[in-house]
């Protein structure tokens, strides 16, 4: 994974890790317990991005940026 690849999955990872009081040390293992949705989600909220998960999952798929599978992969 590239430096950019990781900083994301780390500052996605301490984001839901902070609004949900959890203590997961991969993102892998939290998109396991949560999904991958659901933890894209909360990231966005985090971020001030309410209610946009499923349109902008949605232009992600259509565009072939993202494969569900690739989510937390």
Do not use: P, Q
């Amino acid at each position: 994974m590239d430096d950019l690849m990781e900083s994301t999955a780390r500052n996605v990872l301490e984001a839901f890790n902070e609004t949900k009081n959890t203590n997961y040390r991969t993102l892998n293992d939290a998109c396991e317990e949560y999904g991958a949705e659901y933890v894209f989600d909360t990231w966005l909220r985090y971020e001030g991005i309410v209610g946009c998960t499923r349109d902008i999952l949605a232009v992600l798929h259509a565009v072939h940026l993202l494969k569900e599978a690739d989510m937390c992969g």
